[in-house]
């Protein structure tokens, strides 16, 4: 993911404007994903909203309810985190495959009749241990963060973790960003602060999301629940 702190750097704002240009956006993501997940289909993972490293923890968040088919993941992650762009069969299966063999999943047998990939798959220990680690920790305070966020909270409130707590974390992390960067338009050139307050009032945003679903979450717990 993106760092959560500019310590002073401009050029770390340049990379954020960056953004803007598509071609080039897409080249960084595709080398990022390819140093950090290589073995995650990383192309693929443009399809989701999610970022590239969260789609494996986010399986496993929703794995974490019970054992389940590769079929039966994909369309609950469909239905809560792909707002219209779906993950491929291909990238599901995939996943828990790797995943199974980093230790933090277990196939189950084949169940007979129902095809080849028709298998239940169990969270093991050192899975649930991920996962608690990344709903945990705040997630890097991008001005492209909510997509993240919002699955951490949705898992949050389906497995019983304390959501409250993680968007507390959150809101902290925010706060810290907007005051390195207010810090940085002290003295900067006119650029540097138009940048930098590209980004604060993108954060401002997502404080304000934060604020709204922090009042709502005995509604949104129900929501997720039924």
Do not use: C
């Amino acid at each position: 993911m993106g760092h959560g702190h500019l310590s002073g750097r401009p050029s770390l704002l340049r990379a954020d404007a960056d953004r803007g240009l598509d071609g080039e956006a897409r080249e960084r993501a595709a080398d990022w994903s390819r140093n950090l997940s290589p073995s995650y289909f990383p192309g693929e993972y443009s399809q989701s909203i999610l970022p590239v490293m969260s789609v494996p923890l986010t399986l496993l968040g929703l794995l974490e309810r019970g054992p389940s088919h590769g079929y039966d993941l994909k369309r609950d992650y469909d239905t809560y985190f792909g707002q219209g762009k779906p993950l491929r069969y291909s990238q599901v299966y995939a996943t828990l495959s790797r995943l199974a063999r980093d230790g933090k999943a277990a196939p189950g047998p084949i169940e007979q009749g129902a095809g080849p990939e028709r298998r239940r798959y169990v969270i093991t220990d050192v899975g649930m241990a991920d996962v608690e680690q990344w709903l945990a920790e705040p997630a890097p305070p991008e001005p492209d963060l909510q997509s993240e966020l919002f699955a951490k909270v949705v898992l949050a409130l389906m497995l019983g973790r304390p959501a409250a707590s993680y968007l507390d974390a959150q809101r902290g992390a925010h706060l810290q960003r907007m005051r390195e960067l207010t810090d940085l338009k002290r003295g900067g050139e006119p650029l540097t602060v138009l940048l930098a307050d590209h980004s604060i009032y993108r954060l401002e945003a997502d404080l304000r999301w934060i604020d709204h679903t922090a009042a709502r979450l005995d509604t949104l717990s129900k929501a997720v629940q039924q």
